[in-house]
């Protein structure tokens, strides 16, 4: 069964840091293309970053210099380390997953971990 684990979310002052982690289970992980989505209150979903397998990355323009996508294929995990925090970044962060392949098509989601930014 594939599983999407998220962890590191919480409360944190604006100009703070967070880490994001995610550890997924039931994939090649090594074959995926790992992402992070946020979605605040009555906002749409918004891609904040991604990461291929071959540690291509792409960031929001949003996000850009203050964030950072990595991942460890031998823990099976991708992480999003968030410096320089703003109100604004407060939302529901989830990790996906996407073999990114016309054989094997579908995104799969993480349960989603809630980041607040507030003084």
């Known amino acids: 069964q594939v599983q999407l684990v998220e962890s590191g979310g919480g409360l944190v002052q604006p100009g703070g840091s967070l880490r994001l982690s995610c550890a997924a289970s039931?994939?090649?992980?090594?074959?995926?293309?790992m992402g992070w989505y946020r979605q605040a209150p009555g906002k749409q979903r918004e891609l904040v970053a991604t990461?291929?397998?071959?540690?291509?990355?792409y960031y929001a323009d949003s996000v850009k210099g203050r964030f950072t996508i990595s991942r460890d294929n031998a823990k099976n995990a991708v992480y999003l380390q968030m410096n320089s925090l703003k109100p604004e970044d407060t939302a529901v962060y989830y990790c996906?997953?996407?073999?990114?392949?016309?054989?094997?098509?579908?995104?799969?989601w993480g349960q989603g971990t809630q980041v607040s930014v507030s003084s």
């Open positions: 996906t997953a996407d073999r990114w392949s016309t054989a094997t098509p579908g995104t799969y």
């Open positions: 039931g994939i090649a992980f090594r074959l995926y293309h």
């Open positions: 990461i291929t397998p071959s540690v291509s990355t």
